[in-house]
């Protein structure tokens, strides 16, 4: 069981990492909130810092909305940098997308773990490292987590790959 929780940490560092940090997962969490007028056609994707300087946020956008979502992009940044009181975002790029059901953050259409079923074993063990998590959205992003790294290893033992 301790291998599971060391594997889960090292991919769940990585794939934060990867996508933006605790800045992202923050951003993910109160997006919503932060920018009503487009949260049901954009979403935050990924966050791309360069040394220290602010981010380019990338944010996937249902197609035919991006003209939309490109006139908010100074009032999409604004709102992110009085959010976290400093410069975080410096410049947002557009994907047009078909946004992930259920409103996934993070992950995109290239994810070809999509169709596999979830490593149950290893998806009980990692959501159940979440019982203490308060935040309800902030338990949805994870579960959502989990249930995609379950599915990458299962993904991964079709393969012929180990779960180390």
């Known amino acids: 069981m301790r291998h599971i929780g060391k594997v889960f940490d090292k991919v769940a560092r990585k794939a934060l990492a990867r ?3 605790p800045v992202m997962a923050e951003l993910a969490r109160v997006w919503p909130a932060l920018c009503p007028e487009i949260a049901d056609f954009a979403r935050p994707e990924a966050l791309k810092r360069s040394g220290r300087q602010p981010a380019t946020l990338k944010l996937r956008v249902e197609p035919g909305r991006a003209l939309e979502v490109q006139m908010m992009q100074p009032v999409v940044m604004e709102r992110i940098n009085a959010h976290f ?3 975080v975002v410096a410049r947002i790029s557009l994907v047009q997308a078909p946004l992930v059901a259920g409103g996934t953050v993070g992950a995109g259409a290239e994810d070809d773990a999509e169709g596999v079923e979830p490593d149950a074993a290893l998806l009980r063990e990692l959501t159940a490292r979440l019982d203490n998590v308060q935040d309800a959205e902030l ?3 994870l579960e959502r987590m989990a249930e995609g790294i379950a599915r990458r290893m299962a993904r991964a033992r079709g393969r012929g790959l180990s779960r180390t």
């Open 139 to 141: 338990r949805a992003v």
């Open 19 to 21: 996508h933006g940090g």
């Open 85 to 87: 009181g400093q410069p």
